[in-house]
């Protein structure tokens, strides 16, 4: 059975400061997700990635695959506080038909 | 705004009732996931309907069942509510292809007395 593990659970940092989230899985997989959900919100789709050394960015966000390690990061740079929020990663197996997400990070940037 | 609708917003039943949720998805999305996510947890996946069929199964007992209509429209249904079953509920909808990007909607949070 798939299973993804997401370190930290919980990062608290400052504002300015760069961090990095993983996101490890256990079986190969087609497709790999990250999401943001801020408190009582619903999932917003930040990052998909398709193939083995993909990278993408978003401001203050990067995200990368590394399908031989079934490893992905999340890499903040220069955090803000607007980016306080519960980042997950998941992880799409097409053939069973299901996402498997992590357990989340949340990320408190403080000023 | 990802064009899913769900509802209602909130929900409170007690143990041993049935309840219906709803999910209306974007115009051609010929797929929709269920999901549970319980308070400080990542979702769970329940089922997936394709085509008005089931197309994939989480582990989740037959009591949750699901329909999807033609019309992009989906249910989920939850017979014999227990305590644990209460969770925010994401439908999210998707029209395969390269990505298989998941589009969520806000959620019903269920509340089980």
């Known amino acids: 059975e798939l299973k993804v593990e997401q370190n930290p659970l919980f990062l608290s940092m400052q504002e300015g400061k760069n961090y990095t989230i993983y996101c490890n899985y256990s079986?190969?997989?087609?497709?790999l997700y990250w999401y943001r959900q801020d408190p009582g919100k619903s999932l917003e789709s930040l990052f998909v990635?398709?193939?083995?050394?993909a990278v993408k960015q978003e401001g203050r966000l990067m995200a990368s695959l590394d399908t031989k390690a079934r490893l992905s990061t999340l890499h903040i740079t220069a955090a803000v506080h607007d980016l306080s929020a519960t980042y997950f990663c998941?992880?799409?197996?097409?053939?069973?038909?299901?996402?498997?997400f992590g357990d989340g990070t949340t990320l408190t940037v403080k000023p | 705004e990802t064009g899913v609708t769900q509802s209602p917003t909130h929900l409170i039943k007690t143990r041993g009732q049935q309840v219906t949720l709803r999910c209306s998805s974007q115009?051609?999305?010929?797929?929709v996931s269920w999901y549970q996510q319980a308070l400080g947890q990542g979702p769970q996946f329940i089922f997936q309907?394709?085509?008005?069929?089931?197309?994939g199964r989480g582990n989740f007992p037959p009591r949750f069942s699901g329909l999807q209509f033609p019309n992009y429209s989906s249910e989920l249904n939850v017979n014999a509510l227990e305590l644990d079953d209460s969770a925010l509920y994401l439908c999210?909808?998707?029209?395969?292809?390269?990505?298989?990007?998941?589009?969520f909607g806000p959620g019903t949070r269920l509340t089980v007395l």
């Open positions: 990635l398709l193939s083995n050394g």
């Open positions: 999210a909808s998707t029209l395969l292809g390269p990505t298989d990007t998941q589009y």
């Open positions: 998941a992880v799409l197996s097409t053939n069973a038909g299901k996402s498997t």
């Open positions: 079986t190969t997989s087609d497709r």
């Open positions: 115009s051609g999305h010929n797929t």
């Open positions: 309907y394709y085509r008005e069929e089931e197309n």
